[in-house]
């Protein structure tokens, strides 16, 4: 969506400020990325913000704890966004930590030639040539 790299920013802006290191694949992410990461990486949590299943002009997150657990309204450790929703509600912050940080970690050829040639198997077909489609959408 046009709004998502907006809010991206914002939210790397906010976890960096709390302390957090932040690691960002670049360009634009499918779904299919985020988890792949989270997979590979399921020590850290991950927030996908995205537009899948939400009307145009909206702008959503996945969001996810370690383990590569869903977060939402009543799911997740510790009760997910609900619990989430209180602290904030009740006007808890976390202690006040050193400035984080961004990193970048590029996995796209790891999750192509991880994840693609499955899908080949039993066909003459390779993966080699496949371009990576980024859709901006409205």
Do not use: W
């Not at 799911?75 to 990193?103: H, K, N, S």
């Amino acid at each position: 969506r046009v709004t998502g790299p907006r809010y991206l920013s914002i939210l790397v802006d906010a976890l960096v400020d709390a302390g957090l290191e932040v690691v960002l694949l670049p360009g634009v992410s499918s779904t299919s990325d985020f988890y792949y990461a989270a997979m590979r990486y399921p020590e850290y949590g991950g927030v996908l913000v995205g537009a899948s299943h939400n009307p145009d002009g909206d702008t959503g997150q996945k969001l996810l704890g370690p383990g590569v657990r869903p977060l939402a309204r009543g799911i997740g450790p510790f009760g997910g966004l609900d619990e989430i929703q209180r602290l904030y509600v009740g006007g808890v912050r976390a202690e006040r930590r050193r400035r984080g940080r961004t990193v970048s970690c590029d996995l796209l050829d790891d999750f192509v030639n991880r994840g693609l040639p499955p899908m080949f198997e039993n066909c003459e077909a390779t993966h080699n040539g496949f371009q990576r489609l980024e859709d901006h959408g409205s």
